[in-house]
């Protein structure tokens, strides 16, 4: 089955503690991407990729970090997660105009 | 940049009737545009698209939604709504961004579906 997988679903972690989210697609899809969903903002890009070894910064990049060394790997890092990055996660990959969505990675920094 | 103005952060309607979710985007070239749905606690999954063939675009569950050039809206609708299209309803369009398209989306809209 075609399909993006993030992993983990949901994380409560604290301030400073360095985490990634990990994103992954079976689809060879070159173009992938990383979204921040906060209520009354909709989607806002954080990264994108548009190949292995090709990143950059999206809308939202401050405190984040991402990495392209698979073709089917897309992690986001943040190195010192802030409070302001709780939020919900979406890890996409694209072909042509067609996005694919994971199913999103719950975030909360106390 | 390109940009996605969804009129109406929330839209109430009753079972049977029309629903109409409004969009309209910011371009100076042709876009292609998408309407993508989520359901509570879920992801986001693609409704329908346009992409510079026909105006009239046909999606899933009954939803359609039309390109207007001279309006720049691309507005979903579905003649009769049912309680099971509660969710919020995100516009998105593409931009270009040094050569390589990305993805805008509109701030959402929830819609309420009541009995």
């Known amino acids: 089955e075609a399909q993006v997988t993030q992993n983990p679903r949901y994380l409560i972690t604290v301030t400073g503690k360095k985490l990634t989210v990990t994103c992954s697609q079976n689809?060879?899809?070159?173009?992938m991407s990383w979204y921040r969903q906060d209520p009354g903002l909709g989607l806002r890009q954080i990264y994108y990729s548009m190949n292995v070894e090709v990143t950059d910064k999206g809308d939202v990049p401050e405190g984040y970090k991402v990495s392209r060394k698979e073709k089917r790997n897309f992690p986001l890092i943040l190195e010192s997660p802030s409070p302001n990055q709780t939020s919900l996660y979406f890890c996409a990959s694209r072909r042509g105009s067609e996005q694919y969505f994971g199913p999103g990675t719950r975030l909360t920094v106390t | 940049a390109q940009s996605v103005t969804q009129l109406g952060s929330h839209v109430s309607v009753s079972e049977g009737a029309l629903v109409l979710l409004r969009c309209n985007y910011s371009s100076s070239v042709p876009p292609y545009l998408f309407w993508y749905v989520q359901y509570p606690n879920q992801g986001l999954q693609l409704l329908l698209k346009?992409?510079?063939?026909?105006?009239l675009v046909k999606g899933i569950n009954g939803f359609e939604a039309e390109f207007k050039k001279s309006e720049t809206s691309f507005h979903l609708t579905k003649p009769s709504a049912h309680m099971s299209d509660a969710a919020e309803y995100f516009c998105a369009v593409t931009t270009m961004n040094s050569g390589y398209s990305t993805l805008t989306f509109g701030k959402g809209t929830m819609l309420l579906v009541s009995p």
């Open positions: 689809m060879n899809h070159e173009y």
């Open positions: 346009y992409t510079s063939a026909a105006t």
